[in-house]
């Protein structure tokens, strides 16, 4: 299993996102897929989650109504989208699948500031 994210920058409150996973070694479309955070000096928390399909979606409620997460099974490939970020939106980013059982990736630093 690979688990390579994208995407993240420095950007204004009030900005936006995209995030990118881009998963090999495995049926990308057999597997709920989410993401997840780490904020500094916080531990990994979990942000979204969405079904093989990609019908059914789950956010914490700190990103509902701003965060949309997808996926391109014929890419292997996860995604979030990040509207009215925040400043406690500010953390690294990471893909896995739902219980975070495989091994992380690098991680994509998004940043929140004016």
């Known amino acids: 299993v690979q688990l390579v994210e994208s995407g993240g920058g420095l950007v204004q409150p009030g900005g936006s996102l995209r995030l990118s996973c881009s998963a090999s070694g495995f049926t990308f479309s057999s597997y709920a897929m989410s993401w997840y955070r780490q904020a500094p000096g916080k531990e990994r928390a979990y942000v979204a989650g969405i079904n093989g399909a990609g019908g059914i979606t789950d956010y914490v409620d700190s990103v509902k109504g701003r965060f949309t997460i997808s996926r391109d099974n014929a890419k292997n490939t996860l995604y979030l989208q990040m509207n009215r970020l925040k400043s406690e939106d500010t953390a690294v980013y990471y893909c896995?699948?739902?219980?975070?059982?495989?091994?992380w990736g690098q991680g994509t630093q998004v940043t929140v500031s004016s």
């Open positions: 896995n699948n739902v219980g975070g059982s495989w091994s």
